[in-house]
């Protein structure tokens, strides 16, 4: 009996397989072939104008319109931004040592939580491109800390609060539009 049970299992498991494989490849043969590179466009990449001194914290021109996440690089802060162009939510982050070029993304991935590539416990990670094989995407460490990163080490974790990152993770599924500015 326990040779026929274990054939069966065995059969199971490689029908799960390969339906499994099947599904991913139909994911992967629909998805589109610009999901989570930069737009090259010259919209995508117009210089951000100067910022705003009466209010610091207003969504940078040049970020597109629609529902989307926006980063600016040289402000260190997100945007999250309604399909009618509102700010739901804006806040201050800290960037890994690899930046994103400015253009149009979407997110390509996303992990409840994991260990990050600077060895801190993050949870809500939300990948939206790739730069020198370093993934680049949005994080909040478990202890609720945004340290500097480690000049010496690649890494492309943009670190925001546990508050700010669980409202990035309600706020950012796959495909969400990113866009980066300077």
């Not at 989307?68 to 040592?97: H, I, M, N, Q």
């Amino acid at each position: 009996m326990s040779r026929s049970s274990s054939g069966f299992v065995a059969g199971l498991t490689a029908a799960a397989l390969a339906v499994v494989g099947f599904l991913a490849y139909q994911a992967s043969a629909s998805a589109p072939d610009t999901l989570g590179k930069p737009d090259k466009s010259p919209s995508a990449s117009a210089s951000r104008s100067p910022k705003d001194k009466k209010n610091p914290t207003a969504l940078p021109a040049q970020s597109g319109t629609g529902e989307r996440v926006v980063y600016s690089l040289g402000d260190d802060r997100v945007w999250l931004v309604t399909a009618a162009g509102k700010v739901k939510r804006t806040f201050e982050v800290t960037p890994g040592t690899v930046d994103p070029t400015p253009g149009k993304y979407a997110v390509t991935s996303r992990t409840g939580s994991v260990t990050g590539t600077d060895g801190t416990p993050i949870e809500h990670v939300v990948i939206f491109t790739t730069s020198d094989g370093v993934a680049i995407g949005f994080s909040a460490a478990l202890d609720g800390s945004t340290p500097k990163p480690d000049p010496a080490k690649k890494t492309g974790g943009i670190r925001e609060s546990r508050d700010n990152g669980d409202a990035m993770w309600q706020f950012a599924g796959i495909s969400q539009k990113v866009v980066v500015v300077p």
